[in-house]
């Protein structure tokens, strides 16, 4: 709707349709034949009928939907449905087949037996136990007598199994706790629940949680506060849910997607990557009267509506039951599209203005890569310094390698000069090499040094332009690249020929020219200053911590031999600008 007006907006409707029809398709992949032991009464959706396996996890993350369709006196046929009651049963058995003795399940048929994937579910399962006690559907005593089973166990497993990552302590141990305390109380509860909540949370005063800083989960995470908000008396938890939500905001790129280079979780370099979701913004909207939270809503109802994933922990049928959120009389306000942020606390820049934005960053360690990956060949670090968009034209990451080392350019921090100029720095370290002959406590550890180092200011213009003077120095003649890695839907040519299709995983060598990246809309970024390479050789990334993009992009590379000085400008061209 237009922004900066005022009326009552009520999604019940919209949230309806979209839950309906949902639960039909759910209803329809649910795997029926008796004579699949495995299978029966799960999701049989795309994935599992590739791999012949109803995951647990969906299958009982997604049940919740269904009940909320069946619950709906305005759902037609599927309103208590006895072909529907019938299913509900079968999952009922699978939910029992499936989950073990301890309270766990697996995922994707693994072994693992902990809480987190058992938990996920229990919000959502919670909150139609709670509908379904209080109605006259038919079954209601046996799915309700599975439900408590199920979730009752559950807290067991979370008394007894500890979380694996930042977000699951929220979202995947004390908020389901919490939501299945106000159902089936126990004594015990209260310790655990405030023995966690005495950590901390772990998020900075930009709004970054600084041990996942990934966009997808962000979302959550703030679905555990969410929970431990609710049923835990703990409504301050919701000024750092909003305090992300701006983040999140400051973050979009303007294509819409989520910035995730900064990403510690398998979502780094993501194309498409959600950073916005309906009823965290919904809430919030509501909540803190927020007109640019309501917009956010309303852009994601409608990628809903138009085929996104109806996405919740808990049904949003059942988050519309509050009436609150249906007398929705926020003053719409536009998205923020102009942004600067110097990060306090993480090495991190942020710039948008319109159609084109930037950010910078560097990676000090102390993450989940420095914990399990040990140092040899050099502790894993992100090579990855810079993404720049402009409208569809895009350069999801800018990086340096060279030979030997570490590997390449990986700074630690972001140093600001008076005049606004970014500069990243590095002193390749070398590695610890171990032993493996013998004896070894003779000839190992023992430190391999490297003497490269590098440099990079990052200077940008009011109109959005960047330049970039790299600098390599140490020994001469070590083989050095500077890539450009491209979004592989875009076009690239030299300025003076017709651009081409760039190429999933595609390489091209730079040979002088100067550069135009064409995205999608017509947007386009000239890159200028690239010399012409004097080698083919591709120097790898086997101790960076690489992620999705290092697997699309198609590479724009300039292969040369240090000594290296190097002067880069990023032009930017938006669609509807002279072309």
Not at 110 to 122: I, M, T, Y
Not at 142 to 162: M, N, P, Q, S
Not at 334 to 351: D, G, T
């Given at each position: 709707?237009?922004?900066?007006t005022?009326?009552?907006?009520?999604?019940?409707?919209?949230?309806?349709?979209?839950?309906r029809?949902?639960?039909?398709?759910?209803?329809?992949?649910?795997?029926?034949?008796?004579?699949?032991?495995?299978?029966?009464?799960?999701?049989?959706?795309?994935?599992?009928?590739?791999?012949?396996?109803?995951?647990?996890?969906?299958?009982?993350?997604?049940?919740?939907?269904?009940?909320?369709?069946?619950?709906?006196?305005?759902?037609g046929?599927?309103?208590?449905?006895e072909?529907?009651?019938?299913?509900?049963?079968?999952?009922?058995?699978?939910?029992?087949?499936?989950?073990?003795?301890?309270?766990?399940?697996?995922?994707?048929?693994?072994g693992?037996?902990?809480?987190?994937?058992?938990?996920?579910?229990?919000?959502?399962?919670?909150a139609?136990y709670q509908?379904?006690?209080?109605?006259?559907?038919?079954?209601r005593?046996?799915?309700?007598a599975?439900?408590?089973?199920?979730?009752?166990?559950?807290?067991?497993?979370?008394?007894?199994t500890?979380?694996?990552?930042?977000?699951?302590?929220?979202t995947a141990?004390?908020?389901?706790?919490?939501?299945?305390?106000?159902?089936?109380?126990?004594?015990?509860?209260?310790?655990?629940?405030?023995?966690?909540?005495?950590?901390?949370i772990?998020?900075?005063?930009?709004?970054?949680?600084?041990?996942?800083?990934?966009?997808?989960?962000?979302?959550?995470?703030?679905?555990?506060?969410?929970?431990?908000?609710?049923?835990w008396?703990?409504?301050?938890?919701l000024?750092?849910?909003?305090?992300?939500?701006?983040?999140?905001?400051?973050?979009?790129?303007?294509?819409?997607?989520a910035?995730?280079?900064?990403?510690?979780?398998?979502?780094?370099?993501?194309?498409?990557?959600?950073?916005?979701?309906?009823w965290?913004?919904?809430?919030?909207?509501?909540?803190?009267?927020?007109?640019r939270?309501a917009?956010?809503?309303?852009?994601?109802?409608?990628?809903?509506q138009?085929?996104?994933?109806l996405?919740?922990?808990?049904?949003?049928?059942?988050?519309?039951?509050?009436?609150?959120?249906?007398n929705?009389?926020?003053?719409?306000?536009?998205?923020?599209?102009?942004?600067?942020?110097?990060?306090?606390?993480?090495?991190?820049?942020?710039w948008?203005?319109g159609?084109?934005?930037?950010?910078?960053?560097?990676?000090?360690?102390?993450?989940?890569?420095?914990?399990?990956?040990?140092?040899?060949?050099?502790?894993?670090?992100?090579?990855?310094?810079?993404?720049?968009?402009?409208?569809?034209?895009?350069?999801?990451?800018?990086?340096?390698?060279?030979?030997?080392?570490?590997?390449?350019?990986?700074?630690?921090?972001?140093?600001?000069?008076?005049?606004?100029?970014?500069?990243?720095?590095?002193?390749?370290?070398?590695?610890?090499?171990?032993?493996?002959?013998?004896?070894?406590?003779?000839?190992?550890?023992?430190?391999?040094?490297?003497?490269?180092?590098?440099?990079?200011?990052?200077?940008?213009?009011?109109?959005?332009?960047?330049t970039?003077?790299?600098?390599?120095?140490?020994?001469?003649?070590?083989?050095?690249?500077?890539?450009?890695?491209?979004?592989?839907?875009c076009?690239?040519?030299?300025?003076?020929?017709?651009?081409?299709?760039?190429?999933?995983?595609?390489?091209?060598?730079?040979?002088?020219?100067?550069y135009?990246?064409?995205?999608?809309?017509?947007?386009?970024?000239?890159?200028?200053?690239?010399?012409?390479?004097?080698?083919?050789?591709?120097?790898?990334?086997d101790?960076?911590?690489?992620?999705?993009?290092?697997?699309?992009?198609?590479?724009?590379?300039?292969?040369?031999?240090?000594?290296?000085?190097?002067?880069?400008?990023?032009?930017p061209?938006?669609?509807?600008?002279e072309?």
């Amino acid at each position: 709707m237009t922004t900066g007006t005022a009326t009552i907006i009520d999604d019940l409707a919209a949230v309806q349709d979209l839950t309906r029809a949902r639960a039909r398709y759910l209803l329809d992949c649910m795997v029926t034949d008796p004579s699949d032991n495995i299978n029966l009464g799960g999701f049989w959706e795309h994935e599992a009928q590739q791999q012949g396996y109803a995951d647990t996890r969906l299958s009982l993350f997604w049940m919740p939907t269904v009940f909320a369709a069946w619950l709906d006196p305005q759902a037609g046929d599927l309103y208590h449905s006895e072909t529907a009651l019938a299913k509900i049963r079968l999952w009922l058995d699978f939910l029992r087949r499936r989950q073990r003795a301890d309270g766990s399940i697996d995922m994707w048929g693994g072994g693992l037996a902990a809480a987190p994937e058992a938990a996920f579910a229990v919000p959502g399962l919670c909150a139609s136990y709670q509908r379904i006690v209080a109605s006259s559907a038919p079954g209601r005593d046996e799915i309700c007598a599975g439900l408590e089973h199920y979730i009752r166990r559950v807290k067991d497993v979370i008394h007894t199994t500890f979380p694996f990552t930042s977000n699951h302590r929220w979202t995947a141990y004390i908020g389901p706790l919490a939501a299945a305390h106000q159902l089936f109380p126990e004594d015990r509860d209260a310790a655990l629940i405030e023995d966690y909540l005495s950590d901390g949370i772990d998020i900075d005063s930009d709004g970054l949680y600084y041990e996942e800083r990934s966009p997808n989960y962000n979302n959550v995470a703030n679905w555990g506060l969410f929970e431990i908000a609710d049923n835990w008396n703990r409504p301050d938890l919701l000024d750092l849910v909003e305090r992300n939500l701006n983040l999140i905001l400051a973050m979009r790129q303007p294509c819409g997607e989520a910035e995730t280079i900064y990403s510690h979780r398998q979502d780094r370099g993501a194309r498409g990557a959600r950073g916005m979701e309906y009823w965290l913004f919904k809430r919030m909207a509501v909540d803190r009267n927020d007109g640019r939270f309501a917009t956010a809503a309303d852009m994601c109802l409608r990628a809903m509506q138009q085929g996104d994933l109806l996405h919740s922990f808990v049904p949003l049928q059942f988050c519309l039951d509050d009436q609150r959120y249906r007398n929705d009389s926020v003053v719409r306000e536009p998205l923020p599209e102009q942004s600067e942020i110097r990060f306090a606390e993480a090495p991190l820049y942020r710039w948008r203005d319109g159609q084109v934005a930037m950010t910078a960053v560097a990676d000090p360690g102390g993450h989940w890569w420095d914990i399990t990956q040990g140092d040899w060949g050099g502790l894993q670090r992100s090579d990855a310094v810079m993404s720049y968009h402009v409208g569809g034209a895009i350069i999801d990451a800018i990086k340096m390698h060279w030979k030997g080392g570490t590997g390449g350019f990986r700074p630690e921090a972001i140093r600001y000069d008076n005049d606004g100029t970014l500069v990243l720095v590095y002193a390749d370290p070398g590695w610890n090499h171990v032993a493996h002959f013998r004896p070894k406590d003779k000839w190992g550890p023992r430190h391999h040094p490297h003497n490269m180092a590098g440099s990079l200011r990052i200077k940008r213009d009011n109109a959005g332009a960047v330049t970039l003077d790299y600098s390599v120095t140490g020994w001469d003649m070590v083989p050095v690249s500077v890539e450009l890695l491209i979004r592989e839907n875009c076009q690239l040519g030299a300025v003076d020929a017709a651009p081409e299709p760039c190429t999933r995983r595609g390489r091209s060598v730079a040979t002088g020219a100067s550069y135009r990246v064409v995205g999608p809309d017509g947007s386009a970024i000239r890159i200028e200053g690239l010399p012409t390479s004097q080698h083919r050789m591709q120097l790898g990334e086997d101790r960076a911590i690489t992620g999705v993009a290092e697997q699309r992009c198609h590479r724009l590379v300039f292969a040369g031999f240090s000594p290296l000085v190097c002067q880069l400008r990023l032009i930017p061209d938006p669609a509807g600008a002279e072309q």
